[in-house]
């Protein structure tokens, strides 16, 4: 397919990356609720979760990723014309993210301004939204508001003792739409939704309820079509092959590694020809994934940021995106010149650094408070 040499100019132009200050391991964890650490560990391939604290919350994380990719950036402020945050973490029912980020900006003026929900999925729409506004022409050419701000930012806490507690995590990850010197981005991308009940959180409640083994079906199921609608009617070996990273949404690791066997499947691959894939492909992305713990809507960007770093220019990467509900996306980005470089990671360095790990008893002082 060739893409318009337009289209293929915009993309991600900066990267900034946020982890809150405190992390628990997941064997922690497991002396806690009386199971056997590897049901965490080696069942769901988890290891750190990332916990927010009473200073540093969504809204934190959410500005504070903000700053470090506009900082890295070439453009100024006044250059953002849209601010769009996807999250599942909202702090009001009407006033969006996007205002408590742009008050932390001192970002004001002729900027459209919202929050986009659909669970893990929001921040990948808002980036995509991004994109289409670029591509669209609706920024007045006589302005210099010619980039958009993108957030991917949630804590996902469940409640005690549920079973999706060893996947909880936090994070922030926000994306400056502009030139694509980190990444472009195919205007093409291969979408699938259903609606479904697998993972909600009804109004008033704090915590989410989950089908759990549903929803393992209906992300499998998405992951399915998506590349089948990527790959098309070429050969699925070639159009795996030609690609230098496979990220996913991470709601904990062992639901990528079933995804990968799913998506295989389909393609009639064996056992042999899936694990290669998986560890070479997808495996490596995961990285501050498991140091992080699930950060949903921030999940798959947190993967991404990974993969892009040491990429030559143009080498391709798939960008899986799920979230309940349910719908699903399959990105396609290019590697720009500045992904070699990948300064961003000094985000996760810096956060990782300074990170306090506390143990159960901490943990379960913190969820009292
Ligand atoms: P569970 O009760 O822990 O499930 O809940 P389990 O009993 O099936 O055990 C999990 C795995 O541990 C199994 O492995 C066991 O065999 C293994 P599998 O057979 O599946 O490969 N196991 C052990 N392994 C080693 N040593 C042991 C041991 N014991 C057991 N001793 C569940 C698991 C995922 C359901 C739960 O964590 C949950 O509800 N999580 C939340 C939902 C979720 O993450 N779903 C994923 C898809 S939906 C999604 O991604 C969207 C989401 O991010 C939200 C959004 O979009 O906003 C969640």
Redesign the pocket.
Known sequence: MSIDPKASSVGIASIGLQLPPLAMQVEELARLRGQ?P??YT???GCREMALCSDECGVVELAVGAAKRALDRWHGDLDDIGLIAVGT?TAVDMSRPLSAWVADGLGLRGAVRSYEVKH???GGTLALRQAVEWKLAGAVDPRSDKRAALVIAADV?L?AEG???E??QGAGAVALVIDDARVASVDPVSFPWSEPAF??WRPVGEAY?R?D??F??D??KRAAQHCFRAMVGDRDPNAAIDGLAAICF?V??P??VK?AVAQVGEGFGWDAERVAQIFDQKVDPTMHWNRLCG?A?TA?LWISVANALRGLSVGDRVAAFS?????GAELLMLGAGPDAAAGAWAADVEADLGQRALVDAEAYSSLRAS
């Open positions: 056997e590897a049901k080696i069942g769901l599942e669970a893990c999925y996902a469940y549920d079973p999706g060893p996947t697998d993972f989410p989950v759990g083994a929803s393992l209906c992300y949404h709601p904990f062992k639901m079933k699930n949903y999940s799920y979230g309940s509900g349910f």
